[in-house]
């Protein structure tokens, strides 16, 4: 529905271009997923009608990964940012795409772990 889906244009300049050089290639629409159901359908869709899905999490990178050169339909995962399991026996923790560094280390604090910048595997 409209407050998961948009085609302003203003709204696919943003998620067109991420902290690279490259220049801004918006998508043809940002969708917000909130459930693995709804990005799993999405992406059936999209595979089924061979539009492009761009996936979309902060907009930090620098590779210009965000960049829909083709078109298509950009997933801002940025709603799905629930903190489903922690471990501490074995330091992990399994969170879904939308959850920041800042915010899974909020999170921790009072644990005695946390998540530096740069760590692989999240």
Do not use: Y
Request: some cysteine; glycine content about 12%; aromatic content about 4%.
């Amino acid at each position: 529905g409209v407050p998961n889906v948009s085609t302003a244009t203003a709204v696919r300049e943003q998620h067109g271009h991420d902290e690279s050089m490259h220049p801004c290639a918006p998508p043809d629409v940002v969708v917000w997923p909130q459930a693995v159901g709804q990005v799993q359908e999405l992406a059936a869709l999209c595979h089924r009608c061979r539009v492009p899905m761009v996936p979309f999490g902060t907009g930090t990178g620098l590779e210009g990964g965000v960049n829909a050169v083709q078109g298509g339909v950009c997933f801002d995962l940025s709603r799905m940012d629930a903190i489903a399991e922690l471990s501490l026996e074995d330091f992990s923790v399994t969170v879904e795409p939308g959850v920041t560094r800042k915010a899974l280390n909020k999170h921790l604090r009072g644990t005695g772990l946390w998540f530096p910048v740069g760590t692989v595997g999240m």
